[in-house]
Protein backbone atom coordinates (compact mmCIF):
# COMPACT_ATOMS: atom_id res chain seq x y z
CA UNK A 1 0.00 0.00 0.00
CA UNK A 2 1.23 3.15 -0.59
CA UNK A 3 1.73 5.45 2.60
CA UNK A 4 3.38 8.68 1.32
CA UNK A 5 4.71 10.89 -1.92
CA UNK A 6 8.23 10.09 -1.33
CA UNK A 7 9.07 12.39 -4.74
CA UNK A 8 7.75 14.58 -7.27
CA UNK A 9 9.44 14.45 -11.15
CA UNK A 10 9.90 17.75 -12.55
CA UNK A 11 11.24 17.35 -16.36
CA UNK A 12 13.60 20.90 -17.09
CA UNK A 13 15.18 22.42 -19.75
CA UNK A 14 18.03 23.76 -17.87
CA UNK A 15 18.98 21.31 -14.76
CA UNK A 16 21.40 23.73 -13.45
CA UNK A 17 19.36 27.18 -13.94
CA UNK A 18 16.37 25.05 -12.06
CA UNK A 19 18.74 24.07 -9.14
CA UNK A 20 20.22 28.09 -8.82
CA UNK A 21 16.32 28.57 -8.48
CA UNK A 22 14.90 26.05 -6.09
CA UNK A 23 18.04 26.30 -3.94
CA UNK A 24 19.02 30.50 -3.77
CA UNK A 25 15.59 31.63 -4.42
CA UNK A 26 13.26 29.25 -2.91
CA UNK A 27 15.53 28.01 0.11
CA UNK A 28 15.53 24.37 -1.20
CA UNK A 29 18.53 22.33 -0.44
CA UNK A 30 20.11 19.58 -3.33
CA UNK A 31 19.97 16.03 -1.09
CA UNK A 32 21.67 14.15 -3.92
CA UNK A 33 22.79 14.33 -7.57
CA UNK A 34 23.57 11.22 -9.91
CA UNK A 35 25.07 10.81 -13.36
CA UNK A 36 24.84 7.57 -15.01
CA UNK A 37 27.33 8.72 -17.63
CA UNK A 38 24.95 8.23 -20.42
CA UNK A 39 23.11 11.40 -20.24
CA UNK A 40 20.55 10.75 -17.61
CA UNK A 41 21.11 13.18 -14.80
CA UNK A 42 19.37 14.06 -11.85
CA UNK A 43 19.23 16.53 -8.57
CA UNK A 44 16.72 15.71 -5.94
CA UNK A 45 15.75 19.14 -3.92
CA UNK A 46 13.46 19.98 -1.38
CA UNK A 47 12.77 21.63 2.46
CA UNK A 48 15.89 20.83 4.70
CA UNK A 49 14.28 18.44 6.77
CA UNK A 50 11.44 17.21 4.17
CA UNK A 51 10.38 13.76 3.44
CA UNK A 52 9.03 14.33 0.22
CA UNK A 53 11.86 16.18 -2.50
CA UNK A 54 11.40 17.34 -5.93
CA UNK A 55 13.41 15.50 -8.67
CA UNK A 56 14.76 17.53 -11.41
CA UNK A 57 15.17 15.98 -14.94
CA UNK A 58 16.59 17.02 -18.13
CA UNK A 59 12.99 17.16 -20.23
CA UNK A 60 14.94 16.70 -23.43
CA UNK A 61 16.44 13.74 -22.09
CA UNK A 62 13.42 12.03 -20.70
CA UNK A 63 11.14 12.71 -24.06
CA UNK A 64 13.88 10.56 -26.10
CA UNK A 65 13.78 8.10 -23.38
CA UNK A 66 10.36 7.88 -22.31
CA UNK A 67 8.19 8.17 -25.33
CA UNK A 68 4.71 8.96 -24.34
CA UNK A 69 5.76 10.10 -20.51
CA UNK A 70 3.53 13.54 -19.99
CA UNK A 71 6.82 16.35 -19.62
CA UNK A 72 3.86 19.06 -18.68
CA UNK A 73 4.69 20.66 -14.88
CA UNK A 74 2.88 18.63 -12.30
CA UNK A 75 0.31 20.65 -9.84
CA UNK A 76 2.48 20.85 -6.86
CA UNK A 77 0.81 22.08 -4.06
CA UNK A 78 2.71 23.66 -1.00
CA UNK A 79 1.74 24.23 2.37
CA UNK A 80 3.71 26.50 4.58
CA UNK A 81 3.16 28.06 8.41
CA UNK A 82 4.34 31.17 7.75
CA UNK A 83 3.06 32.19 4.73
CA UNK A 84 3.20 36.13 4.51
CA UNK A 85 6.70 35.69 5.48
CA UNK A 86 7.01 33.44 2.25
CA UNK A 87 4.89 35.24 0.25
CA UNK A 88 7.59 38.75 0.63
CA UNK A 89 10.36 36.69 0.74
CA UNK A 90 9.74 35.00 -2.85
CA UNK A 91 8.21 38.50 -4.16
CA UNK A 92 11.70 40.66 -2.93
CA UNK A 93 13.71 38.14 -4.55
CA UNK A 94 11.89 39.00 -7.87
CA UNK A 95 10.39 35.29 -8.37
CA UNK A 96 6.94 36.28 -10.02
CA UNK A 97 4.03 35.68 -7.73
CA UNK A 98 0.22 35.55 -8.12
CA UNK A 99 -2.53 37.72 -5.87
CA UNK A 100 -3.32 35.79 -2.60
CA UNK A 101 -6.49 34.00 -2.70
CA UNK A 102 -9.05 33.39 0.41
CA UNK A 103 -9.76 29.78 -0.33
CA UNK A 104 -12.26 27.74 2.27
CA UNK A 105 -9.18 25.55 3.10
CA UNK A 106 -6.76 28.64 3.83
CA UNK A 107 -5.00 31.42 1.79
CA UNK A 108 -3.30 30.32 -1.37
CA UNK A 109 -1.03 31.65 -4.09
CA UNK A 110 1.31 31.21 -7.24
CA UNK A 111 4.94 31.20 -8.01
CA UNK A 112 6.47 30.80 -10.90
CA UNK A 113 10.03 29.37 -11.67
CA UNK A 114 12.88 30.93 -14.47
CA UNK A 115 10.72 28.48 -16.77
CA UNK A 116 6.96 29.82 -16.28
CA UNK A 117 5.98 26.68 -14.33
CA UNK A 118 3.95 27.74 -11.94
CA UNK A 119 3.55 26.27 -7.95
CA UNK A 120 1.19 26.76 -5.38
CA UNK A 121 1.67 27.28 -1.73
CA UNK A 122 -1.19 27.24 1.00
CA UNK A 123 -1.40 28.01 4.45
CA UNK A 124 -2.88 25.77 6.33
CA UNK A 125 -5.87 26.03 8.64
Known amino acids: M ?3 VGQIMLYVNNQDEAVTFWTEKVGFVVKA ?3 NGQGMR ?3 VAPKDAETSIILHNKEFVAK ?4 VNLGTPSLMFF ?3 FDDLYTDLSNKKIKVGE ?3 MPAGRVFNFADDEDNYFAVMEKK
Do not use: L
Not at 65 to 68: K, Q
Open 2 to 4: INK
Open 42 to 44: WIE
Open 65 to 68: MSAG
Open 100 to 102: IVN
Open 80 to 82: TDR
Open 33 to 35: EED
